[in-house]
């Protein structure tokens, strides 16, 4: 099935409700075409091209609800699933937390379609590959990347008159170089909703650079350590902080956000004053859809301020619960920086660790947010204000709520994206104090 | 489907952060449809479509994968039921090799015109990538098996047991985990089955029914003065198995400190233990860090074994495929050919094994219809073979494939995954409690936690859900702040003992996460309980 405009996809919503018999009827609608290649040892590995749509129908009866796909469109195909969704809402128990279904609501123009992007084609994607081989072949390095896109829509519409519609491209790249003797390695990656920006050629230097120079690693002691982290290195960290903004878990005692003696730490200040994390759908840099899955408008929100948290994640049902608005989950933060460089980060360091990238992040405990997962792919120390030496990659003890107390500086933002989740941040680079590193690991 | 979309679906929430990676998990369905299957002639008729398309536009191999993936969640919170999903996805994935190269293309609309596209399209890419190749794709033979088929053994048809017992189960573990002391608890139960079949220009036309489940919960303890909570999470396996899981019998339960489960589970018992256990970790002595001697039980163990043998033994690892991602492996060839690699200690067998009855891993054949079969991966300590597939296999000199091959869904393509990995008993009669009786100063870990490694597999951290100090061969209480660090070769060669075959369990991951784009699969891992000799084991504390 074809991406649909929006009159095609408000037609085409608008006939499946009229089939509707229960009290509410919500249809989801989305389709995607994606394609990428993965390549390895110099050499294209795989490489593919993938075809999607659904219709997700959910229908209630009171507090009763069930939900039906279906990926064929003719007519009867539509009757059959909303009754299918209808029957599974009879047999459903009773759902103490079912919310009605939003009513109409106004929704931004979003920005994250790129027509370059949805005409991506198999030849592209094969040059852009070829662009970053070479690279790598001709410093005698072997290379591991992989280049992905999407060209996707969605939409939305219910019985309480709420239509929505969406169209969105995207393509993250990810290259690894290795030496050939395996001793060193370096990473860069990069995400835009639009591919002429992606320079597959640079990305690809940037990582042979760091192969070559962190090829002759010396060990240093485990301890506490000065560190600055690169943008990919802070996403996969702050991420973890991102994704536990969640209230009711909050309220209930079991997050990071949660107070001795009862409530939460929501209007405290949690971290550095120098802090200030929100999330905009229509950010040049880093455009979002507009609306959520259940149809709620996502806007600009601003989560922590001036190292106070201001805003916390909220289900209808608890929202409604505590009598406060909804605010969804982000689709994506933001993080403010400074005006510095990388480099010039670097330049006014005395003694630290600069790290490119950080690998296998896993909650070690909720209470504290404490996490652990290693550096990799280019580790170097630093003395007066310069890189001297690449280092042996580290396991580090770490929470980002300690860490962004521990603030020392930041850098210029940048776009990145999680190893972790893929998704995409604008993030800065970061110089943290007393870092924790609590051991050394011999991977290159 | 992303893991938040998951998580969302779900409605898991606060159960969700304790998961590991979701996978695609597909489109909800009504429960009565995971019980139609699709005829097996109409698949053959089209997958002979998609093999006649590809070879009349040059392609010099191809392979059809057309899944049917049905998945049910029923998701519940303390008295609440949260969601139940029932979701299938079913399309085709058609592989090619062309000028050399792979090509791939997946529909979720088979009819003849577009799979016919789909062919053409998979071929196309593989001959515009044909100039980005060094060598071309070179397959280790494979006969083709004619009009063959495979059934999981199970006893219960998960997806034929309705809801409502389904509900009154976990909400009954919900309130027996609430009165033993729990102020919170999510439960849910996941089932899975993969209608798969597969057919290539070889002459194979294989089709495969398989089953897994996972029941777990997340029991949670606050003790609201101090603000810190606590959470004990099932002691459950997720099995390659129907709902007979679920019914245990006494020769099922390994009577100890806690009771353990063999080959099925009782979720109602284990909530109970698990509601006053979360409350008992709460008030647990935080660890002194240093080094102990530790005592593993199997649904611990079955993690350190994923990550610290199964990842780096992947071949397609070793050899650089994964180095983008998941990285590289430290078991490198040549350790491998000198045949003389002390991987482990000289009590350490571990065994691939893909027939294994019970096992998440088990099939009869893979996704580029190898016939499985099981293999010895170290001997004695001794690294002895890895894990392949078919366009990898001559690069150890084998001419058949150890059909290691997967894809998690039609829409992806399938590449080398993980067989069953396992620890074999001691060989000599020996106890949970024989084993703990040696020990001086040591830990007994039961049940999976956090956990974290290196991209090629040397420094590792593990968690777990309980942990009992060990003073002079006497369980003396429970510790909290506990995690351990090793490096794999030192951490394999420090184990002094296992226990014997009556102790043998397997544990599992469901969703384990590789390749780009990221796909998940399902592995068992058995052992023994086993003793591992001075580790180091640090203090996971902090204050915020």
Not at chain 2, 424 to 429: H, S, V
């Amino acid at each position: 099935m074809p991406i649909l405009t929006k009159d095609e996809a408000f037609a085409l919503l608008k006939k499946v409700l009229s089939y509707s018999k229960a009290d509410e009827c919500e249809v989801n609608l989305n389709g995607t075409d994606s394609g990428n290649i993965r390549y390895a040892r110099n050499s294209v590995s795989t490489s593919g091209k993938i075809s999607q749509a659904q219709l997700v129908v959910s229908s209630s009866y009171g507090k009763k609800s069930g939900v039906a796909t279906i990926n064929e469109f003719d007519d009867a195909s539509l009757e059959k699933v909303v009754r299918r969704s209808e029957e599974l809402a009879m047999l459903a128990p009773e759902n103490p937390e079912y919310v009605s279904f939003l009513g109409p609501q106004k929704y931004a123009e979003p920005i994250t379609f790129v027509p370059a992007t949805a005409a991506i084609t198999p030849k592209l994607r094969s040059d852009l590959v070829a662009a970053s081989l070479q690279v790598a072949k001709e410093a005698k390095a072997v290379a591991a990347g992989f280049l992905e896109d999407n060209n996707g829509y969605s939409a939305m519409m219910n019985s309480k008159g709420l239509f929505a519609y969406n169209t969105s491209t995207n393509t993250n790249f990810s290259i690894t170089v290795r030496t050939e003797d395996g001793r060193g390695s370096g990473y860069a990656t990069r995400g835009y909703n639009d591919v002429t920006k992606l320079d597959t050629k640079r990305a690809t230097q940037i990582a042979t650079e760091k192969a070559v120079k962190s090829a002759e690693a010396k060990a240093i002691e485990p301890g506490k350590y000065t560190v600055i982290l690169e943008p990919a290195a802070v996403a996969v960290l702050l991420e973890r902080l991102f994704f536990g903004l969640d209230a009711r878990q909050a309220d209930e005692g079991r997050s990071f956000l949660s107070k001795a003696g009862g409530g939460t730490k929501l209007g405290d200040k949690l971290v550095d004053e120098r802090v200030n994390i929100y999330s905009d759908p229509l950010n040049p840099e880093l455009p979002t859809s507009t609306w959520n899955g259940d149809g709620r408008p996502l806007e600009k929100v601003s989560w922590i301020e001036k190292g106070v948290v201001k805003n916390l994640t909220y289900s209808r049902y608890w929202a409604e619960k505590k009598g406060v608005k909804a605010i969804p989950g982000p689709d994506g933060a933001i993080m403010e920086g400074g005006t510095k460089s990388l480099e010039e980060l670097i330049a006014g360091t005395k003694k630290g660790v600069l790290v490119t990238r950080l690998w296998y992040i896993r909650d070690v405990d909720p209470q504290t947010l404490l996490l652990t997962g290693l550096t990799r792919d280019g580790t170097f120390y630093i003395e007066n204000g310069k890189i001297q030496y690449p280092i042996k990659n580290f396991r580090f003890n770490e929470s980002p709520v300690i860490m962004l107390n521990n603030l020392e500086e930041l850098g210029k933002v940048e776009r990145t994206v999680s190893v972790e989740s893929n998704a995409n941040y604008l993030l800065p680079p970061l110089k943290i104090r007393d870092f924790t590193f609590s051991s050394l690991s011999d991977a290159v | 489907m992303k893991r938040r979309d998951f998580i969302y679906l779900s409605g898991l929430g606060a159960a969700a952060s304790m998961l590991p990676g979701i996978p695609l998990m597909g489109n909800p369905i009504d429960p009565s449809r995971a019980l139609e299957t699709v005829d097996v002639a109409l698949k053959k008729q089209l997958a002979d479509v998609a093999l006649n398309a590809a070879r009349s536009k040059g392609a010099t191999y191809t392979d059809v994968r057309i899944g049917r993936y049905l998945n049910q969640f029923v998701v519940t919170r303390e008295d609440k039921v949260q969601n139940i999903v029932n979701t299938e996805s079913y399309g085709m994935g058609i592989r090619v090799i062309a000028n050399g190269s792979w090509g791939f293309a997946a529909i979720d609309k088979m009819d003849k015109d577009n799979i016919a596209k789909a062919a053409e399209q998979a071929v196309a890419i593989a001959k515009e990538n044909a100039r980005l190749l060094t060598e071309p794709v070179r397959l280790a033979p494979q006969k083709g098996y004619g009009e063959v088929s495979w059934k999981a053994p199970i006893e219960k048809n998960s997806f034929q047991v309705p809801i409502k017992e389904k509900v009154d189960l976990l909400l009954s573990v919900n309130d027996a985990a609430m009165k033993a002391g729990a102020d919170y608890i999510n439960s849910i139960l996941f089932m899975v089955n993969e209608q798969k079949y597969f057919a290539s220009t070889d002459g194979s036309y294989i089709d495969q029914d398989v089953h897994r489940i996972w029941p777990a919960f997340f029991a949670t303890k606050i003790d609201k003065t101090t603000g810190k909570f606590e959470t004990r999470n099932s002691l459950s396996a997720p099995m390659g198995m129907g709902y007979e899981y679920l019914y245990a019998r006494p020769q099922d339960k390994i009577a100890g400190v806690t009771t353990l489960y063999k080959g099925r589970y009782d979720m109602l018992e284990d909530a109970k233990a698990a509601g006053a256990q979360a409350g008992e970790k709460l008030k647990a002595k935080s660890v002194e860090p240093g080094k102990y001697d530790l005592i593993l039980d199997p649904s611990h163990l079955w993690l350190t074994i994923h990550e610290s043998t199964g990842h780096p033994t992947e071949l397609d690892r070793v050899l650089g495929y994964e180095a983008n991602f998941a990285g590289t492996s430290f078991l490198t060839l040549d350790k491998w050919a000198s045949k003389n690699f002390q991987y482990g200690s000289k009590l350490v067998n571990i065994v691939a094994d893909k027939t294994q009855v019970g096992s998440l891993g088990a099939v009869g054949y893979d996704d580029e219809g190898v016939g499985c079969g099981q293999w010895d991966i170290v001997k004695e300590g001794i690294l002895v073979n890895y894990q392949t597939i078919r366009d990898q296999a001559h690069m150890l000199g084998l001419t058949a494939s150890q059909g290691c091959c997967y894809a998690d869904n039609w829409s992806s393509v399938q590449f080398q995954r993980m067989p069953n990995i396992s620890l074999q008993p001691g060989k000599e009669k020996r106890s949970i409690d024989d084993i703990i009786k040696g020990v001086e100063k040591g830990i007994y870990i039961i049940g999976d936690g956090s956990f974290s490694i290196d991209q090629q597999r040397y420094n590792f951290q593990f968690g777990g859900q309980l942990y009992y100090e060990i003073k002079n061969g006497k369980i003396v209480g429970m510790l909290r702040d506990v995690a351990y660090q090793a490096n794999t070769k030192e951490f394999w060669n420090s184990c002094t003992a296992i226990a014997d075959q009556s102790d043998y369990r397997l544990g599992g991951s469901f969703f384990d996460g590789k390749g780009q784009p990221s796909q998940s699969s399902a592995v068992s891992h058995g052992s023994s309980t086993a003793r591992f000799n001075g580790v180091n084991v640090i203090n996971t504390g902090r204050t915020i």
